[in-house]
């Protein structure tokens, strides 16, 4: 028999032949045992070769699912796919290139099951630039991302998913959560990493940087 995985991390690609690799073995080298995620990537009709490094991967973690659009639907549509596709309890949406910290999944599941009132379980984050050189702990509560969240599934079901905006989803995501009074968790824990192609990711980002994992 098989089973399902209890979380299945959603990565939106667009173009993303720099960074895909790093982000899905961050995910792949999770200490959360494999049987308990699987990684669902969305390419959002891609013009480079982002989805044959993909492929390159399947042969390392079995559990990857590569979806792909004909057409470019942008973000928030992407982000749809991947939950609609997904047969997890718990959702985990990754930037194609960002990466995660490799506890994050172990973390955040074992903090969700010990919190059954709790919809949305989120963490706080660090800047990284092209050298993966890390800026001070952003705090989530403050400065609010898509990313860096496990949310029950069943919560986007009732929600009606992301609008399917080319900017502003995020937002507008937020907006509703709020409106619906959804009970929302911190974790006081950077395990996200967030990148900034642009060098200035914080006024002081040089003097703040950080080299954890």
Same mark, same amino acid.
Do not use: W
């Given at each position: 028999?098989?089973?399902? +995985?209890?979380?299945?991390?959603?990565? +939106?690609?667009?173009?993303? =032949?720099?960074?895909? $690799?790093?982000? =899905?073995?961050? /995910?792949?080298?999770? #200490?959360? +045992?494999?049987?308990?995620?699987?990684?669902?990537?969305?390419?959002?009709?891609? /013009?480079?070769? #982002?989805?044959?490094?993909? $492929?390159?991967? %399947?042969?390392? *973690?079995?559990?990857?699912?590569?979806?792909?659009?004909? $057409?470019?639907?942008?973000?928030?549509?992407?982000?749809?796919?991947?939950?609609?596709?997904? #047969?997890?309890r718990y959702l985990y949406f990754l930037d194609s290139d960002? %990466?995660?910290? +490799?506890?994050?999944?172990?973390?955040?599941?074992?903090?969700?099951?010990?919190?059954? @009132?709790?919809?949305?379980?989120?963490?706080? %984050?660090? *800047?990284?630039?092209?050298? $993966?050189?890390?800026?001070?702990?952003?705090? &989530?509560?403050?400065?609010?991302?898509?990313?860096?969240?496990l949310i029950r599934k069943s919560l986007f079901i009732k929600?009606?998913?992301?609008?399917?905006?080319?900017?502003?989803?995020?937002?507008?995501? *937020?907006?509703?959560?709020?409106?619906?009074?959804? /009970?929302?968790? @911190?974790?006081?824990? &950077?395990?996200?990493?967030?990148?900034? @192609?642009?060098?200035?990711?914080?006024?002081?980002?040089?003097?703040?940087?950080?080299?954890?994992?």
């Open positions: 028999m098989t089973t399902k +995985p209890s979380i299945s991390v959603i990565v +939106p690609m667009f173009n993303s =032949v720099d960074y895909i $690799e790093r982000c =899905v073995n961050s /995910i792949i080298d999770q #200490s959360l +045992p494999s049987y308990n995620f699987d990684v669902i990537i969305v390419d959002d009709a891609s /013009i480079d070769t #982002s989805s044959r490094i993909i $492929e390159s991967l %399947y042969s390392k *973690f079995p559990n990857i699912h590569l979806i792909q659009h004909a $057409e470019n639907k942008g973000v928030a549509a992407s982000r749809n796919t991947g939950i609609l596709a997904s #047969s997890s960002d %990466y995660i910290h +490799p506890d994050t999944l172990l973390i955040m599941y074992k903090a969700i099951e010990l919190m059954p @009132h709790c919809q949305y379980l989120y963490s706080d %984050y660090v *800047f990284v630039d092209n050298n $993966e050189q890390k800026s001070s702990q952003i705090n &989530a509560k403050e400065s609010p991302i898509a990313c860096a969240s929600l009606g998913l992301y609008k399917e905006m080319r900017i502003g989803e995020e937002k507008e995501l *937020f907006s509703r959560l709020n409106d619906k009074n959804i /009970i929302k968790e @911190h974790i006081p824990i &950077a395990l996200y990493r967030y990148r900034q @192609h642009d060098m200035g990711i914080t006024a002081d980002f040089r003097k703040r940087r950080l080299y954890d994992s």
